[in-house]
């Protein structure tokens, strides 16, 4: 049997069970079913309901692997690092040239709403120059990814 874990801050406790409850959640979204995702993650279906539970015994990889098995990552955040800057309501097409050429079949359109901008990139990234993104452009794509995306491009 393996040793108890030490007892953590009440704070960091319920951190852990929210992070729990956020892998459980994208699961669902998923439609996955913890069978499956234990299965894909390389553990068992009881170590993953612990690992959703947030219990402090399970091993870092282990939240690792169940999270990547999921699509999903986990990272730490630095509190002192400015949160990155919210979405515009609109994206204006003449500022990300990769953007403006997967919109070509959109005449007289300037601006795109977030969403509009995600579903063009993801449904046409095979025609994206990668070499000519510029950083803007790939903070865009990233924060379209986190923000509406679910964590992570289709791309």
């Known amino acids: 049997m393996p040793a108890a874990a030490p007892p953590l801050p009440e704070p960091a406790a319920q951190h852990l069970a929210q992070l729990g409850e956020q892998l459980r959640q994208a699961r669902k979204r998923q439609q996955v079913t913890a069978a499956a995702a234990a299965e894909a993650a390389g ?15 399970v091993t870092v990889g282990a939240w ?19 949160a ?55 903070a865009l794509v990233n924060a379209l990814a986190t923000t509406i995306g679910g964590g992570r491009p289709l791309v």
Request: negative net charge.
């Open 84 to 138: 990155a800057q919210p979405l515009p309501d609109r994206i204006r097409l003449a500022d990300y040239p990769q953007l403006k050429q997967l919109a070509w079949q959109l005449p007289g359109v300037e601006e795109l709403t977030p969403q509009e901008a995600l579903s063009l990139y993801e449904r046409n990234w095979r025609h994206v120059d990668g070499q000519s993104l510029t950083m803007k452009e790939i």
């Open 43 to 57: 553990m068992s279906r009881v170590t993953l309901h612990r690992i959703e539970k947030g219990e402090t015994s």
């Open 64 to 82: 690792l692997a169940a999270a990547q098995a999921l699509g999903l990552e986990l990272s730490l955040a630095d509190p002192a690092q400015p």
